[in-house]
């Protein structure tokens, strides 16, 4: 087995997106070849309606699939096919945006005016990208949660893992997505895909991602307001975790236990042309992509 160890961390940044939903971008719009075959990924937990309740208006995507896993309150969506649906708390959906699809995502707070959730994007490769648009809507029931002796959880959201499958099927980059809660001081060896880019995205309680036992932290790169600085690292809520190579990843949890999302797919490597929601292979398809949207051509299967 081969340590895979921490290459880099970065704190996720507040931004504005939509009408006005105040989130944090945990990364994207940067050097995708870092993260591929992900391409951005947004923390969208907040607890005043006033900041997210005007949510995502109608808008288009074409080339890339996101995942939206929601904590609490929940996300109805709608499209221009007709499709409509209600993420509620504990649920993801994969969408396959493909050769394009306009839609729309709407939140709405728990009793407690909380909601919570993550989205990512993931690229499709260049034979994928004018694919037929299709949803995988998966309800927080039909998620498998594996444990472990010392109190660890495990959700599978997507691929494999301690023998359990993710009930999301058919993406292009053989990817993993776990929900992994850890009890406090535990220590953890976590097997990942060799050939696999991982990622780790912090977002309750603190620990460490490194070969050792004592939590204390390693002098790893730490971006902070664009400068990088060599700290010792206690990696903490909102924070990601960029893995170098390996087949595993050790994560020690601190006082108050950690959890974290652990996200691994194998790298497209192909050129990316990327304008707001639609990423493409080359400029002249991105240019082709924005004059059908101008000009009603866009949507292509319905």
Same mark, same amino acid.
């Given at each position: =087995?081969?340590?895979?160890?921490?290459?880099?961390?970065?704190?996720?940044?507040?931004?504005?997106?939509?009408?006005?939903? $105040?989130?944090?971008?945990?990364?994207?719009?940067?050097?995708?070849?870092?993260?591929?075959?992900?391409?951005? =990924? +947004?923390?969208?937990?907040? *607890?005043?309606?006033?900041?997210?309740?005007? %949510?995502?208006?109608?808008?288009?995507?074409? %080339?890339?699939?996101?995942?939206?896993?929601?904590?609490?309150?929940?996300?109805?969506?709608?499209?221009?096919?007709?499709?409509?649906?209600?993420?509620?708390?504990?649920?993801?959906?994969? @969408?396959?945006?493909?050769?394009?699809?306009? $839609?729309?995502? =709407?939140?709405?707070?728990?009793?407690?005016? &909380? @909601?919570?959730?993550? &989205?990512? !994007?993931?690229?499709? /490769?260049?034979?994928?990208? @004018?694919?037929?648009?299709?949803?995988?809507?998966?309800?927080?029931?039909?998620?498998?949660?594996?444990? +472990?002796?010392?109190?660890?959880?495990?959700?599978?959201?997507?691929?494999?893992? !301690?023998?359990?499958?993710?009930?999301? *099927?058919?993406?292009?980059?053989?990817?993993?997505?776990?929900?992994?809660?850890?009890?406090?001081?535990?220590?953890?060896?976590? /097997?990942v895909d060799t050939r696999s880019n991982a990622l780790a995205y912090v977002f309750a309680g603190s620990g460490t991602f490194r070969d050792?036992?004592?939590?204390?932290?390693?002098?790893?790169?730490?971006?902070?307001?664009?400068?990088?600085?060599?700290?010792?690292?206690?990696?903490? #809520?909102?924070?990601?975790?960029?893995?170098?190579? %390996?087949?595993?990843?050790?994560?020690?949890a601190g006082d108050e236990g950690l959890r974290f999302l652990l996200m691994t797919g194998r790298p497209i490597q192909e050129p990316v042309?990327? $304008?707001?929601?639609?990423? =493409? #292979?080359? &400029?002249?398809?991105?240019? &082709?992509?924005?004059?059908?949207?101008?000009?009603?051509?866009?949507?292509? $299967?319905?």
């Amino acid at each position: =087995m081969t340590f895979r160890p921490v290459s880099a961390t970065s704190q996720a940044q507040p931004a504005l997106e939509g009408a006005g939903v $105040h989130l944090h971008r945990v990364f994207g719009f940067g050097d995708p070849s870092l993260t591929d075959p992900f391409l951005m =990924m +947004d923390d969208f937990r907040n *607890d005043d309606p006033r900041l997210y309740s005007k %949510g995502f208006p109608w808008h288009p995507h074409r %080339g890339i699939e996101t995942i939206t896993y929601v904590l609490d309150g929940q996300v109805e969506h709608a499209d221009s096919l007709g499709n409509r649906g209600l993420l509620g708390a504990g649920s993801v959906q994969w @969408m396959t945006a493909g050769s394009g699809i306009v $839609h729309q995502e =709407m939140p709405s707070g728990n009793a407690k005016g &909380q @909601m919570h959730g993550f &989205q990512l !994007w993931a690229n499709l /490769p260049g034979a994928l990208k @004018m694919t037929a648009p299709r949803y995988q809507d998966i309800t927080g029931s039909d998620i498998p949660i594996e444990g +472990d002796e010392d109190g660890t959880t495990v959700k599978v959201i997507i691929g494999s893992f !301690w023998g359990k499958t993710g009930p999301v *099927d058919g993406i292009a980059a053989n990817p993993m997505l776990l929900d992994v809660s850890i009890p406090a001081g535990r220590r953890k060896v976590l /097997p990942v895909d060799t050939r696999s880019n991982a990622l780790a995205y912090v977002f309750a309680g603190s620990g460490t991602f490194r070969d050792a036992s004592d939590p204390v932290g390693i002098k790893v790169e730490k971006e902070y307001r664009g400068q990088e600085l060599n700290i010792r690292d206690m990696t903490g #809520n909102r924070t990601l975790v960029r893995f170098g190579a %390996g087949d595993e990843i050790t994560v020690q949890a601190g006082d108050e236990g950690l959890r974290f999302l652990l996200m691994t797919g194998r790298p497209i490597q192909e050129p990316v042309a990327w $304008h707001g929601p639609i990423v =493409m #292979n080359t &400029q002249d398809e991105l240019r &082709q992509a924005l004059t059908e949207l101008n000009n009603g051509t866009f949507i292509k $299967h319905g």
